[in-house]
């Protein structure tokens, strides 16, 4: 597979439907373990039409899968009702098909599986780790502005600066007994009291030192999405059995949070993989709201699925995603 850890392989370069298509990276290879099987799973949201930059993800975790002998789970994480539509799940199906990727077992929808986070979300608020949080993204976005030297995160996005965290008791439930809408969010650092020192393992970085307060005190439910992405993939990949977690480079440290909540909730630990992207000519990564080129687009042109892995350095006359054996961490 093409790109990881380097600067931009500008020579790597391909033409797609008239855009220039880079590797983000260094190398990826699909890593194999002597004896082990990998559960790996490709879990896109149905907000919009597949692009190439998910095609090179559901190929990594399908390669992963079926070169060691392991299973390649499908999951539709479609748990926000503002944005997910019937149609682009469909979608999804008919691409992933088209392309030749198939799962097995069924196909997992988080809009099914609520009663599972809100088990998740009563362990957690048992524990004390959870606050109500009052402030809407606006109000927060204001406080941010205005706040000097305000916290930012690893990608430079500006976290949330703890209004709530320090409320007292009466206060918060007074604005719950008014009706005041509140998301719960996760108090790090009492998290990380109750956890200690906590690590992962990604195949390509080696072993990571849990970092969660890197990110802030993320959001772990609202009102209207009942359950954030940092709780319901990390719940739902303990429970579909995934050990090997493959996703792109921009997820990588989402895993601290990850961790701690696996550490929280007794669940087990996989391994990660965090794989390059796919960007076009200004190395900007695909992504539905920049317009990347969809599956669906390049279909109604006539494209062919040998003609997409060529676009993306997987054609036919591109050698075979390569393999590399690792140690078990």
Partial sequence: MIAGHE???RDRALTAGGETIVALRGADFVPLVEGTAHVT???PSPTGYLHLGHAYAARFAFEAARLSGGRFLLRLED????RCRAEFAAAILEDLRWL???WDGGVVRQSERMALYRQALDRLRGLGVLYPCFCTRKQVREEIDEAQGAPHGPAGERLYPGTCRDL???ERRARIRAGTPFAWRLHVERALALTGPLSWYDVRAGWVEAEPQLLGDVVLAR???PASYHLAVTVDDAAQGVTLVTRGEDLFHATHIHRLLQALLGLPVPRWYHHNLIGDRDGRRMAKRTGALTLRHLRARGA???AVWQMIGLGSDVPSPA???VSSP
């Fill in 223 to 225: 009102k209207d999405v």
């Fill in 7 to 9: 600067q931009p392989h």
């Fill in 323 to 325: 393999c590399a054996g």
């Fill in 304 to 306: 062919t699925p040998a």
């Fill in 41 to 43: 799973r490709f879990a």
């Fill in 100 to 102: 030749g990727l198939f």
């Fill in 79 to 82: 748990i926000d009702p503002q």
């Fill in 168 to 170: 007292g008791e009466d």
